[in-house]
């Protein structure tokens, strides 16, 4: 091999390129089979295809680059996009119920996942990680808790790792068993996929295998979750606060504070689908720009789902052992059962 081809593929290591075309060439081959398979659909096919193939034979780290592009930046501008085609007299239709219901299921799952991981004997900063992640969006959330509550980089990365795991086996097992508890109910249907799935990314695949009516409003339920994080990250911060010793806070008081960086108080895709939707509200919108934007936040649907299933490693999920895996499934029966309880006190249909 010349010089030339070693310093191209060293360069095309560190590319996004190469992650990045995989995952648009799984979404393009999902589409294909979705039409011979049309009840799971392209999304569904695309995730379950990716995991395949990224256990299997694309499991080479310079691909990660791209596939972690493809999976956040993709992902976001479909929520953004969405946002053209949803109104607020859309959103209004969730009703003071829906909202009521995301609040207390959100609350019940950050005490429930506190007590379970205290009897588990995991850290408080790992409890308090595994109970953002869950109960507001993922592995979004756990980036945005970490540094208030002063997490290792390894804490991070294990809850991680557990909130994906259990993300995956309930976006698998909630459409069959919304579809079987709420026939026919799509407000419902909705609120237990959006009220539960930790990720926006599970949120769509998981209701892309009931419909897309469902899509819809449980990202809505998704989003209004999402709004929250800004309140729990702040609570999450105080608790940690109270937890520091006075050593720490005295060596902090006399360091060299480092200048705070500007932060947007929700994530940016969420500021853009409520402008988008704002816009589409009271603004008449063309036909075809709504159609255009749907399209395209299809594509960059199935891709990111599509990178989403090619970089869940599952030999790191058994890596971390039976507590884990415990705590995971504990958090994932309170969810649901919690769900299904506060959807029926709350009548949300």
């Known amino acids: 091999m010349t010089n030339e081809s070693v310093a191209y593929m060293k360069q095309l290591k560190k590319s996004f390129l190469p992650g990045l075309i ?27 295809l990716g995991i395949l193939l990224g256990n299997t034979i694309f499991k080479q780290s310079f691909l990660g680059r791209g596939t972690k592009l493809a999976e956040s930046k993709l992902l976001e501008w479909s929520v953004v996009l969405l946002g053209m085609t949803v109104t607020f007299q859309t959103i209004s239709t969730l009703g003071l119920n829906g909202i ?11 005490v429930g996942v506190y ?6 004997n995991f850290s408080k900063r790992m409890t308090l990680l595994m109970a953002g992640g869950n109960a507001v969006c993922g592995s979004s959330a756990i980036g945005a808790i970490a540094p208030e509550i002063h997490a290792g980089e390894e804490e991070k990365g294990q809850i ?11 976006m698998l097992l909630l459409p069959i068993l919304a579809t079987q508890l709420y026939p026919q109910e799509v407000i419902t249907q909705s609120a237990m996929i959006g009220g539960i799935l930790q990720s926006v990314g599970q949120v769509v695949a998981s209701a ?20 929250m994080l800004v309140a729990v990250v702040y609570i999450f911060g105080k608790i940690a606060d109270k937890d520091t010793s006075a050593m720490t806070e005295t060596f902090n008081n006399h360091a060299e504070q480092p200048t705070k960086k500007f932060k947007l108080p929700l994530p940016w895709y969420v500021l853009g689908f409520l402008l988008c939707c704002l816009l589409n509200s009271f603004v008449s919108i063309p036909t075809i720009v709504s159609q255009i934007s749907h399209s395209i936040s299809g594509w960059f649907e199935i891709t990111a789902l599509a990178a989403i299933g090619l970089r869940l490693d599952f030999s790191r999920f058994f890596k971390e052992g039976k507590r884990f895996l415990i705590f995971g499934l504990s958090v994932g029966v309170l969810q649901v059962i919690s769900a299904i309880i506060w959807i029926f006190i709350f009548h949300v249909k």
Do not use: C, E
């Open 22 to 48: 995989l995952s648009f060439i799984v979404a393009w081959v999902s589409k294909g089979i979705a039409i011979f398979l049309p009840t799971l659909g392209g999304a569904t096919i695309a995730i379950l």
């Open 208 to 227: 892309n295998m009931v419909s897309q009516d469902v899509v819809t409003y449980a990202t809505l339920f998704k989003i209004m979750r999402i709004i």
């Open 100 to 110: 009521g219901y995301i609040i207390v299921q959100m609350t019940t799952t950050i």
């Open 115 to 120: 007590v379970i991981g205290h009897q588990l």
């Open 160 to 170: 991680i790792t557990l909130v994906n795991l259990l993300g995956t086996i309930l």
